[in-house]
């Protein structure tokens, strides 16, 4: 069974900082993994999908990466804006077509 | 491309009572699933159909919950003699059929359980 541990809980910075989320899953076999944000209240926003076969992926501030083979998995943030304060929840997706999603990491960044 | 949507937003019912919610896809995606997220905690996968095929249902989906999704289109989850706990913000999200299945999601459905 997928388990998904996503670390830190919370995180507060000041704006500008750099910062970088972890995820790590317990079974390798993925097909890919997505990163999303979550509003509270609202549903989720895909903000990036990296391939099992991809290291990286990029957009704009935003660049994942993945080992699949030590089953994690880091979002990087760069320059934060207080705009960027969400949940963020990564989700590796299997081949049986399920996604096992972390409780994921809120984030603060204060202006 | 309107995105997922999810019919009610909100839904308060009173212990016991049946309700339904629905789900409709982005146009052309074949794969939709169902998740349910309760408060700090990431969503729960429920089940998903490729088409009109209910190909994985969780353990978590009880007897007192069905899925169906005729000709492949929307889909309704119904939740049967609701229970407290069943009170949760239910997710809908859907993929393409090429590519890498990325997932969009609907807005939810709040389910509160009187």
């Known amino acids: 069974k997928q388990e998904v541990t996503q670390i830190p809980a919370a995180l507060s910075v000041p704006e500008g900082e750099n910062l970088v989320l972890n995820c790590s899953f317990t079974d390798s076999a993925i097909y890919n993994l997505q990163w999303f944000r979550q509003d509270p209240g609202k549903g989720l926003t895909s903000l990036l999908l990296i391939q099992s076969s991809q290291r990286e992926q990029t957009s704009g501030r935003l660049n994942a990466s993945l080992d699949k083979s030590s089953g994690r998995s880091t979002l990087y943030i760069a320059a934060s804006q207080p705009g960027d304060s969400a949940t963020y929840l990564c989700?590796?997706?299997?081949?049986?077509?399920?996604?096992?999603f972390g409780d994921g990491t809120t984030l603060t960044v204060k202006p | 491309d309107t995105g997922v949507s999810q019919n009610p937003r909100h839904k308060i019912t009173k212990r016991g009572q049946n309700v339904t919610f629905r789900c409709d896809p982005i146009s052309e995606h074949n794969r939709l699933y169902w998740y349910r997220q309760t408060l700090g905690q990431g969503p729960e996968f429920l089940t998903y159909?490729?088409?009109?095929?209910?190909?994985?249902k969780s353990r978590l989906l009880s007897d007192r919950f069905s899925a169906e999704r005729p000709k492949g289109s929307f889909s309704t989850l119904e939740i049967q003699r609701t229970e407290q706990g069943d009170s949760a913000m239910y997710l809908c999200a859907s993929s393409p059929r090429t590519g890498q299945y990325e997932q969009y999601f609907g807005p939810g459905t709040r389910l509160t359980v009187t």
């Open positions: 989700a590796p997706y299997t081949n049986a077509g399920k996604s096992t």
């Open positions: 159909f490729q088409n009109e095929a209910q190909l994985e």
